[in-house]
């Protein structure tokens, strides 16, 4: 199975996580935890360098202090140019991550809205000519009456259990949930819409989904 570039969905919960270790904690740590790497990995090298710089200004300003307890000469002037310029780069990296945090919050709000208009939408009811249209765009899967189902093979349980938290995600954003069997390295799922009394399009569309997720998981 293929890599892709797609980017994933994110859950309102990583979101959150993200958001308050960026902010209450280190600065691109929470945009690392939601795979923003170039944004967090370059807000972790200002934080972690304001950082350094402040330790090291305060290093230097204490240990002469400390050396008065064996010696009359007089400490040095206390310069605050270092610690100005720690103190400055942690901030822009608590800005930075403060952005990506907004950008994450954005994002969730986008698949919210998504959601609802996909749940909308997919409480129609397609024909039968409909339902063999949607199937031919899902070789794979299979019509059992009203459900349909495939199964995805893996490499190994590990590989089949990575698919399936990552299919939580995407179940929860477009609450829709298949019913899921797993028998170690395969992955069955079965597709209906209960409230619906059949197949709809949330049931195509999500297979759909179902399919690139797969195609991502090596």
Request: charged content about 20%; hydrophobic content about 45%; some cysteine.
């Amino acid at each position: 199975m293929k890599p892709s570039s797609a980017p994933k969905p994110i859950s309102r919960t990583a979101a959150r996580n993200a958001t308050l270790l960026n902010l209450l904690a280190t600065p691109g740590l929470g945009s690392i935890v939601a795979r923003r790497w170039v944004e967090g990995v370059g807000q972790l090298l200002l934080s972690v360098t304001g950082f350094i710089l402040v330790v090291v200004w305060f290093v230097r300003v204490m240990v002469p202090y400390y050396g008065q307890m064996f010696s009359d000469t007089p400490p040095p002037p206390v310069r605050f140019k270092m610690l100005g310029a720690g103190f400055g780069l942690f901030a822009l990296a608590w800005i930075w991550s403060l952005l990506t945090s907004m950008s994450l919050s954005r994002k969730i709000a986008r698949q919210d809205v998504a959601a609802m208009k996909f749940f909308s939408a997919g409480q129609l009811k397609p024909d039968e000519m409909q339902i063999q249209q949607a199937l031919n765009t899902l070789p794979l899967w299979q019509r059992h009456g009203q459900v349909i189902s495939r199964t995805f093979q893996f490499k190994d349980f590990p590989a089949a259990m990575k698919f399936v938290g990552a299919l939580a995600d995407l179940a929860e954003q477009f609450k829709h949930h298949p019913d899921i069997d797993i028998r170690w390295n395969k992955v069955t799922l079965a597709l209906t819409t209960h409230d619906a009394g059949g197949l709809t399009e949330k049931d195509f569309t999500l297979a759909r989904r179902c399919d690139d997720l797969a195609s991502t998981q090596s």
